[in-house]
């Protein structure tokens, strides 16, 4: 079964300074892994997916993640913060059955003028 | 193209009541899910469905059911409603099951169950 983990349940960075969202995922094999953003009353949107075809995934908003087997890791990264990235994003797992998507708790972004 | 769409958006419902949600999947998608997002436990898989077949179920009681219709569209049913039943239902629809295929989210329907 897959569990995803993701640490830090709130992340407060300056506009303009480097995101980092963490990610770490626990499965007998690599999983599918995807990062999704869910702005307030809204549902969730796709950042970024990575399927095995590379290891570091761009995705939307300038947001980017680097898959890492040896470390069990997917963490989002975006270089410089803007007021609109605050949101919660998700980190989930798909073992490519039909159990669907397995999500951490979420990661709160603020980000402060 | 138009996204994923639930209704309502909204529902207030009594303890012990029935409840059911409509989902209507983007055109061409053939595979339904269903997600329950509460703050304790946070999101949680309900169950899937492809051509009018469940295909997986989560841990959740037997309140819980679903079903697709030959044109895609999901509805979910609660029944005897429970205040911890009270949680942001997100459907999303996929294209189809391949492994590693994404997943497109609607709105979802807040439940508040009283």
């Known amino acids: 079964a897959q569990s995803v983990t993701q640490l830090g349940s709130h992340v407060s960075v300056s506009e303009g300074a480097l995101v980092l969202l963490r990610c770490n995922y626990s499965?007998?094999?690599?999983?599918?892994l995807f990062w999704y953003v869910q702005y307030p009353n809204q549902g969730l949107q796709l950042l970024l997916k990575?399927?095995?075809?590379?290891?570091l995934v761009k995705g939307i908003n300038g947001f980017e993640a680097e898959f890492k087997k040896s470390e069990t890791s997917f963490h989002l990264t975006k270089p410089s913060a803007h007021m609109s990235d605050a949101a919660e994003y998700f980190c989930?797992?798909?073992?490519?059955?039909?159990?669907?998507?397995?999500f951490g708790k979420g990661t709160h972004l603020i980000i402060q003028p | 193209k138009a996204g994923v769409t639930q209704t309502p958006r909204y529902l207030i419902k009594t303890r012990g009541q029935q409840v059911t949600l409509s989902c209507s999947p983007i055109?061409?998608?053939?595979?339904v899910s269903w997600y329950q997002q509460t703050p304790g436990q946070g999101l949680q898989f309900l169950f899937e469905?492809?051509?009018?077949?469940?295909?997986n179920k989560g841990n959740f009681p037997g309140r819980f059911s679903g079903r697709q219709f030959s044109n895609s569209r999901s509805e979910m049913n609660v029944s005897t409603l429970e205040l911890g039943d009270s949680a942001l239902y997100l459907c999303?629809?996929?294209?189809?099951?391949?492994?590693?295929?994404?997943?497109?989210f609607g709105q979802g329907t807040r439940l508040t169950v009283v």
């Open positions: 990575y399927t095995s075809a590379a290891t």
């Open positions: 989930a797992a798909s073992g490519g059955g039909a159990d669907g998507l397995t």
């Open positions: 999303a629809s996929s294209p189809e099951v391949a492994a590693g295929t994404e997943a497109f």
């Open positions: 055109s061409g998608h053939r595979s």
């Open positions: 469905y492809f051509s009018e077949t469940q295909r």
């Open positions: 499965s007998s094999v690599p999983p599918y």
